[in-house]
Every structure is written in C-alpha cells, then in structure tokens.
C-alpha cells in the first residue's frame, strides 16, 4: 500500500528531528568555566574543594576546580532537600509544622534534644529526625523518588536510614546544582505545594536585595570527610544555584564553619551576596 502524502510528510519530519537531535543535545549541555579567582577563598582557609555556580537560564556553569565538581561523594545532610520532599509528597510526614517529639535520648547537638516540627529539624539538620523520616517513607518508595528525581546514582544500599550518611548514595557537585534547579523551576514530579514549602524551609537569610536558601552537609562518619553548602540566591527574578563541597580534615572546627564562609566570599565576589 502506498503512504499517503500527510504519512510521507510526518516521516520526513520524524527523520529530520532524529537527525538534529545529537545537535540539540550538544547545545543544551552547559559549558564550563573556570574562575580562578575563586582559588583565594579556598586558600585562605586552608582547604581543598570545588564550588559551582549557575545562573537559571545561563548555557555557561561558573566553576573552580571542575575536576572534584564531576567527582561524586556521599550527600550527608543536604540529602535532607529530597528526603523533606519525599515526606511530604507521600505523606510520611503531614506538613512542615509537623511535630517529632523527643525522645529523651541525649543528641549530638543541644538543640536537637526537644521537640522539633519538621521546618525546625531542617534548620538545626537533626539527623534522628530525618532518620526516623527515611524508616516511615521505606526503601521502595525512596527508591523511586530518587530514580524519579535523577538524584546522584539513586543508590539507597547500606540501610534505609544511613545510606546517605554512609551508605551508597553518591552525587557530585554539579549534579547538586541541577538538582536544585529542578526543584526551583517545580520541574520534579510532585505536588507544587510540596516544592513550595521545602524551599520555604530553605530561607537561611534575607537582605533587603535577595533571599539565600541554603542546606548544609557534613560526612562526619567517613573519612576524609567532606563538607557541603549548597543552595540558591534569588535577587528580585534572577536565580542563582551553587554547591560547594570541601575536604574537611577531622577535629578542625574551623573548617566546618568555612563551608558556609567560602560560599558567601565567593557569592560576594560575583555580585550576587551583600
């Protein structure tokens, strides 16, 4: 039988599109781009690590040390964006005022020992809580979330409330940023208001120019362990996204506290933190 001239036309278009498709894919990978200059942060605190940085809507990734950005490592903390997602798209937990009551067990911080509703438990990233999250939402459902998600290798192997902290799951720097910029855009499949209120849970400050969400990480059950700070910066309708992520040496405080320091130096550098 032969093809009809609409049938022929279609055919023809399909082919095109297969044809100009390795193109299209070639023009939507961002490029690169190295900024030395974001060595001296890192220098004056005395550390080794990566930091990128990308503008919603920009073909271009700013980035410092693009070799340990592509490298994976465990999420720790920052794992608690998708797993405060996960809770409240299936219900696991009802709402960000949702309480957890305290269990009366002492805590590796002070103010993880009381009471905490979800939004708290994010703020002062109470591990047992999330912990206690991850068991309710259960290895199937976590599984796929993830694989929905395309959130690092996806992997949940070494226990359904560690695999995080020091289990399997792996995710690189720029793989954070993209990440980051689904859920910003309400691109994940999920109830908006979900993505609303786990980027409600994110505001970590304000100026009176922009609006810095941001979640901190930290490997303290491996070694070398390894320091997060990811986030985003919103001034007026731009949108930025950066993660970090540093060696961390054990017993030094300091370099702790210089995830969050290193990230803001550089923001500040840019233009986009006052």
Same mark, same amino acid.
């Given at each position: 039988?032969?093809?009809?001239?609409?049938?022929?036309?279609?055919?023809?278009?399909?082919?095109?599109?297969?044809?100009?498709?390795?193109?299209?894919?070639?023009?939507?990978?961002?490029?690169?781009?190295?900024?030395?200059?974001?060595?001296?942060?890192?220098?004056?605190?005395?550390?080794?690590?990566?930091?990128?940085?990308?503008?919603?809507?920009?073909?271009?990734?700013?980035?410092?040390?693009?070799?340990?950005?592509?490298?994976?490592?465990?999420?720790?903390?920052?794992?608690?964006?998708?797993?405060?997602? !996960?809770?409240?798209?299936?219900?696991?937990?009802?709402?960000?005022?949702?309480?957890?009551?305290?269990?009366?067990?002492? #805590?590796?911080?002070?103010?993880?020992?009381?009471?905490?509703?979800?939004? #708290?438990?994010? &703020?002062?990233?109470?591990?047992?809580?999330?912990?206690?999250?991850?068991?309710?939402?259960?290895?199937?459902?976590? &599984?796929?979330?993830?694989?929905?998600?395309?959130?690092?290798?996806?992997?949940?192997?070494?226990?359904?409330?560690?695999?995080?902290?020091?289990?399997? *799951?792996?995710?690189?720097?720029?793989?954070?940023?993209?990440?980051?910029?689904? *859920?910003? #855009?309400?691109?994940?499949?999920?109830? #908006?208001?979900?993505?609303?209120?786990?980027?409600?849970?994110? !505001?970590?400050?304000?100026?009176?120019?922009?609006?810095?969400?941001?979640?901190?990480?930290?490997?303290?059950?491996?070694?070398?362990?390894?320091?997060?700070?990811?986030?985003?910066?919103?001034?007026?309708?731009?949108?930025?996204?950066?993660?970090?992520?540093?060696?961390?040496?054990?017993?030094?405080?300091?370099?702790?506290?210089?995830?969050?320091?290193?990230?803001?130096?550089?923001?500040?550098?840019?233009?986009?933190?006052?």
């Amino acid at each position: 039988m032969t093809p009809t001239f609409p049938l022929l036309l279609r055919r023809f278009a399909l082919f095109l599109l297969l044809l100009a498709a390795p193109a299209l894919a070639r023009a939507a990978a961002p490029s690169l781009i190295e900024r030395p200059q974001w060595q001296k942060p890192f220098n004056d605190a005395g550390l080794t690590g990566t930091m990128v940085l990308r503008q919603e809507g920009s073909p271009e990734i700013l980035v410092h040390n693009p070799a340990r950005a592509a490298t994976a490592f465990l999420p720790a903390s920052t794992f608690k964006i998708p797993n405060s997602l !996960i809770a409240l798209e299936t219900g696991a937990v009802s709402g960000p005022s949702e309480v957890f009551p305290y269990d009366g067990k002492p #805590r590796h911080l002070p103010e993880w020992n009381a009471d905490l509703t979800l939004a #708290r438990a994010f &703020a002062v990233s109470c591990v047992p809580v999330y912990q206690e999250i991850a068991r309710r939402i259960g290895p199937e459902r976590m &599984a796929k979330y993830l694989a929905d998600f395309h959130y690092g290798n996806g992997d949940i192997g070494g226990g359904i409330d560690r695999f995080w902290l020091d289990g399997a *799951l792996r995710i690189t720097a720029l793989q954070q940023l993209d990440f980051l910029g689904r *859920l910003h #855009r309400r691109e994940l499949p999920l109830r #908006r208001q979900v993505m609303d209120d786990v980027l409600t849970m994110m !505001i970590t400050d304000k100026t009176p120019n922009a609006v810095l969400r941001a979640k901190t990480g930290l490997t303290a059950r491996v070694s070398p362990n390894v320091g997060w700070y990811v986030g985003s910066v919103t001034r007026g309708p731009d949108v930025w996204y950066f993660a970090l992520n540093l060696e961390v040496p054990e017993n030094t405080p300091a370099a702790v506290a210089a995830r969050k320091k290193i990230a803001l130096d550089i923001l500040k550098m840019e233009g986009l933190w006052e």
